[in-house]
């Protein structure tokens, strides 16, 4: 089984802070996702990646950044957290185009709140 | 945007009952798929139908697929409460990269609860 994990299930971070999210994947995927998970808005993209040091603006990307130095790690970075990057985060993994399926595998999500 | 609509954004049905949620979406896609997401939890993969296909099945899952009216449904046949989750559609277009996979969009999702 695919196995995605986050470091974090719950975090607390002060406003300026520089927080780091990690994620893992465990099945040699190409793709890393990041997204965001709010109230009444879905999931929305934030970073994601097709290979080792690439990496591509989702949907919103202020306020972040991402490193992918390693096929199988993910990190999204908030360089001066701000209240309104509290928020559910999820990462997820999915194989090149190569394959058949490009169904993601999600992580348990980091429950963030800047304070 | 891209994004499209969920409905309904709320369903409470009964244990044993079909629960049937929609989907609508603005521009072409590569197929759609179905994810399931248990209280404050990762999502999970539930099912895909590609868009030269009209009807999947898996267990007690139904989609269905209408690009002409750019609209997917998912039926879940005879209710559990363990169904309890939200569900959420997402619509695949477009490319990343030549080599890479294609990026998803995902609706707001509909909120399913079944009674005992």
């Avoid at chain 2, 009952?17 to 603005?26: L, Q």
């Avoid at chain 2, 099912?47 to 690009?67: A, C, F, P, Q, W």
């Amino acid at each position: 089984d695919v196995k995605v994990t986050q470091s974090s299930r719950y975090l607390v971070k002060r406003t300026g802070e520089k927080v780091f999210l990690e994620c893992v994947q465990d099945m040699d995927h190409e793709n890393m996702f990041w997204y965001r998970q709010d109230p009444g808005l879905g999931l929305r993209l934030i970073y994601f990646s097709y290979d080792v040091k690439m990496k591509e603006k989702g949907d919103i990307p202020e306020g972040y950044s991402v490193s992918r130095e390693k096929k199988e790690r993910f990190s999204l970075i908030l360089e001066s957290a701000s209240t309104n990057q509290t928020s559910m985060y999820l990462c997820a993994s999915s194989l090149s185009a190569s394959a058949s399926s490009y169904e993601q595998y999600f992580g348990p999500g980091t429950r963030l709140t800047v304070t | 945007s891209q994004q499209g609509e969920e409905d309904p954004q709320a369903l409470s049905i009964q244990e044993g009952e079909n629960a049937t949620m929609n989907c609508s979406y603005k521009t072409s896609i590569n197929n759609l798929q179905w994810y399931r997401q248990n209280s404050g939890r990762g999502l999970v993969h539930l099912i895909l139908i590609r868009s030269n296909e009209r009807e999947k099945h898996s267990g007690r899952l139904r989609v269905t697929l209408d690009t002409s009216k750019k609209s997917s449904s998912l039926l879940i046949t005879a209710s559990r409460a363990a169904d309890t989750a939200s569900y959420f559609c997402a619509r695949e277009h477009g490319h990343l990269s030549e080599t890479s996979g294609s990026r998803l969009t995902f609706g707001e999702g509909t909120q399913l609860t079944v009674n005992p």
